[in-house]
């Protein structure tokens, strides 16, 4: 088994010359060497001969170039008025879906806490309720626990003011 040679069987395509290399000149490929050999010497000579040049302009806004634009404007009259009106809406409806979403968030939150007083207040009556009746150890014990709900989420939920965070 020797070494697989490239560029010598179909299928298995030329080694490009690196940019270091000099490139075969038309008289430098030989009639000797096989077809597929001449062939592919052919196609870098003639692929490094040509070179393409350009230039690249940035343009960053959500609407089109102004060029473009006016070419589009020339085609159907009306076109970027109407783009704008898209761009409008889609804006109105953007802010819209957010300000519903905060607006859900904030009556999650008042739910919750009217359901956390409501519980708080109910565990205090039913401790009343218990001492009524005789029961004052569990009545007792009810209370302290309501209270101590009540206390945990004042200093759970307290604000930061702006004085109170700390800056590197």
Same mark, same amino acid.
């Given at each position: 088994?020797?070494?697989?040679?490239?560029?010598?069987?179909?299928?298995?395509?030329?080694?490009?010359?690196?940019?270091?290399? =000099?490139?075969?000149? #038309? %008289?430098?490929?030989? !009639?000797?060497?096989?077809? $597929?050999?001449?062939? *592919?010497?052919?196609?870098?000579?003639?692929?490094?001969?040509?070179?393409?040049?350009?230039?690249?302009?940035?343009?960053?806004?959500?609407?089109?170039?102004?060029?473009?634009?006016?070419?589009?404007?020339?085609?159907?009259?009306?076109?970027?008025?109407?783009?704008?009106?898209?761009?409008?809406?889609?804006?109105?409806?953007?802010?819209?879906?957010?300000? =519903?979403?905060?607006? #859900? %968030?904030?009556?999650? !939150?008042?739910?919750?806490? $009217?359901?956390?007083? *409501?519980?708080?207040?109910?565990?205090?009556?039913?401790?009343?309720?218990?001492?009524?009746?005789?029961?004052?150890?569990?009545?007792?014990?009810?209370?302290?626990?309501?209270?101590?709900?009540?206390?945990?989420?004042?200093?759970?939920?307290?604000?930061?003011?702006?004085?109170?965070?700390?800056?590197?």
């Amino acid at each position: 088994m020797g070494k697989k040679r490239r560029g010598k069987k179909p299928g298995i395509p030329p080694k490009l010359p690196s940019p270091n290399q =000099e490139i075969a000149k #038309s %008289e430098d490929i030989s !009639d000797k060497s096989d077809a $597929w050999t001449r062939l *592919s010497q052919q196609a870098v000579l003639h692929s490094h001969q040509h070179s393409i040049s350009g230039q690249v302009h940035g343009f960053d806004s959500p609407f089109p170039h102004p060029e473009v634009v006016e070419r589009y404007e020339k085609i159907h009259p009306g076109t970027f008025g109407t783009l704008l009106e898209l761009t409008k809406n889609e804006q109105k409806n953007r802010h819209d879906r957010i300000r =519903e979403g905060l607006n #859900s %968030e904030i009556s999650r !939150d008042s739910r919750a806490q $009217w359901m956390g007083y *409501s519980l708080v207040l109910l565990f205090i009556l039913l401790g009343f309720f218990g001492i009524y009746m005789g029961q004052a150890l569990y009545a007792i014990a009810l209370i302290i626990f309501a209270a101590a709900q009540l206390v945990a989420s004042l200093y759970k939920h307290k604000p930061v003011l702006p004085s109170e965070i700390k800056k590197d």
